[in-house]
């Protein structure tokens, strides 16, 4: 799932989480997490190992939710790899487009075996189902009931509700893919990138804990140590393969509409960028990083119509004192079904809101019109400022 639907914790609570995790994370500290395994183990990969140990020769579903993005990919690689040590038989599905060019590039340029689901895929012959790198479990498919929660690893928030076999949350990481980094290199097989598969793995792992971390801006330790164990089995020409992709024209043609449409108060950037494809959503995130970089501005928020169906923004902030995910939680609050329109981490957040019926007005200008001054409006509301939105937005 993108980082942006998501929710990092901060300040006096990432404290103490993060200090309950390293107690956790330690070698020597007995665990005893929220699975619901009852033994007490020496380590997570040690309960890992437990768990796998207990249902070898089974099959297991790997869920990446949300859009597809080089972390849940990484994970979800991990956890394949692993798991056939256990005899345990997995697939990776995705339901989701993978719409940022460069997610489309690393699984070409790696050759990655991931398929998106369709209705005609037989997911009754699952006995298990994973998910990383995830705030929570829930799919946008049925699966059997009888098709349990095997194994969920993830660094975003925790919610404290989640209930599977296996359970590793670390607030503490800034990646999935280095807390799988650490699994892999204190597991029973040997895992030394000296094979094709084995590289492959390591490197779509280092550019995951690259791309969550902002290249390491944003690290925790467990970030740094995960890339001291990868380093040396990284497939440094293909690392670089799929982390230098050039920005494609759709995108540049969006920041600089992004530009024109820019709507600057104090040191806050708005710009609302229409209508977008659904294959360019993720341009509408680009444009953001990208006009983070001005000088005076450190929070800035781009959003869009995508696809004609629901609105997308993406909020990226330099600042200090403002917290993405409560903000955004704050401003757009639950939909119907109970669920935030967004939330964030620590420098970025992001908002999905669905236009429903409203989506079929034939006036898109008008429609426009509306949504624009909503949006506006609210964020406008929340810096304390009198909501004046210009129409247009030039
Ligand atoms: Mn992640």
Not at 41 to 53: D, H, P, Q, R, T
Not at 260 to 269: A, L, P, W
Not at 359 to 387: M, P, Q, S, V
Request: hydrophobic share 35%.
């Amino acid at each position: 799932m993108s980082e942006e639907n998501l929710t990092k914790t901060s300040g006096q609570e990432q404290e103490q989480t993060r200090k309950d995790s390293q107690e956790a994370g330690q070698q020597s500290q007995p665990v005893s997490n929220q699975s619901s395994s009852k033994e007490v183990f020496s380590s997570k990969v040690e309960e890992l190992k437990f768990v796998l140990n207990s249902v070898k020769n089974t099959k297991l579903l790997i869920c990446i939710k949300g859009f597809p993005d080089p972390d849940n990919i990484a994970s979800s690689l991990a956890l394949q790899w692993i798991c056939k040590k256990y005899d345990i038989e997995s697939t990776i599905i995705y339901f989701e487009e993978i719409s940022h060019h460069e997610n489309r590039a690393l699984v070409k340029k790696l050759d990655i075996d991931i398929d998106h689901y369709n209705e005609s895929m037989d997911l009754s012959v699952y006995n298990y189902f994973a998910v990383t790198d995830s705030q929570n479990p829930e799919l946008p498919i049925k699966l059997d009931p009888s098709c349990e929660l095997l194994v969920f690893v993830d660094h975003h928030k925790s919610l404290g509700t989640v209930k599977a076999r296996f359970l590793d949350i670390r607030e503490d990481a800034g990646s999935a893919s280095s807390i799988f980094a650490e699994y892999l290199s204190n597991c029973d097989f040997k895992f030394d990138g000296e094979n094709v598969e084995e590289s492959k793995i390591a490197t779509s792992l280092m550019h995951g804990i690259r791309s969550d971390t902002d290249d390491f801006i944003m690290a925790y330790p467990i970030d740094y140590e995960a890339s001291k164990i990868l380093a040396p089995m990284v497939d440094k020409d293909l690392l670089a393969l799929i982390s230098r992709q050039s920005i494609p024209a759709k995108t540049m043609d969006l920041t600089q509409v992004a530009l024109q449409r820019k709507d600057i108060r104090g040191n806050f950037m708005f710009s609302g960028v229409g209508f977008v494809r659904e294959e360019e959503r993720d341009g509408i995130g680009q444009c953001a990083d990208y006009l983070l970089n001005r000088e005076g501005i450190d929070t800035v928020v781009v959003y869009g119509v995508v696809a004609g169906e629901y609105i997308d923004g993406s909020l990226r902030t330099k600042s200090h004192i403002l917290d993405p995910d409560k903000w955004i939680k704050d401003i757009f609050g639950k939909g119907p079904d109970g669920i935030y329109y967004g939330g964030g981490r620590k420098d970025k957040g992001g908002f999905q809101i669905p236009l429903g019926v409203l989506g079929k007005c034939a006036d898109k200008e008008l429609l426009w019109i509306l949504i624009k001054k909503t949006i506006d409006e609210l964020f406008y509301e929340k810096i304390g400022i009198e909501g004046k939105s210009g129409v247009d937005g030039d």
